[in-house]
Every structure is written in structure tokens, then in C-alpha cells.
């Protein structure tokens, strides 16, 4: 069983920046696929990244590639997503998510993100 809170949402002007983080608890942290996911106003869930056990393989949704940035600290159980560039349609509640095969076991509350323009 794994326990997952998100933290670093906001507010932010196109353009700017931001850095969600998401605290696991719980045994084997590191033998998890770590992912984030959004869900945008009236649209369905959306893959935004994986990172793999180790860190050393991620991959993206084509939508944010060049602009974000997924990577894990295994020592402090912990997942990041480096947000730059960002633009109105990247609005939405962010989700961790924790997997031992792909992240989709294991959800965390989300975290609310939202881009003015």
C-alpha cells in the first residue's frame, strides 16, 4: 500500500513556472513507476509523465515535452514535476500516481494548478 500526497499547486502567469512535488509513505517506494496526470475543466484525465523505478527513463505526453520535467528522489520518497513555459491550457487538478507495472495503482488527491493568461 502506498500513501500519496501532492503539494506546490498555484497560481501563475503564462510563461511562469512551477514545481509539484508528491510525498509517498508506505513500503518499496522505489519499486514503483511514478507518474503525474491532470484532469482539465469538463475534459477527461490526461498522462502528462512516468519516470521509471530508478529515475533513469521518463517519458511524456507530447504536449509538455521541452517544458516539463519529471524526476524522483528514491531517498526522500519523493516525485517532482518541474513545470516551465507554461501556458493557459495547463490548468488542471495534478495527480500523482504510483504503479508497479505503469503509475495507475495508487492515486493521490491532487493538486490545483492554474495558468492565467
Known sequence: QVQLVESGGGLVQ???SLRLSCAASGRDYSAYFMGWFRRAPRKEREWVATISRDGGSTYYTDSVKGRFTVSRDNAKNTVYLEMNSLKPE??????????????????GQGTQVTVSS
Open 14 to 16: 503564462a510563461g511562469g
Open 90 to 107: 495547463d490548468t488542471a487538478v495534478y495527480y500523482c500516481a504510483a504503479g508497479i507495472h505503469w503509475p495507475q495503482d495508487y492515486w
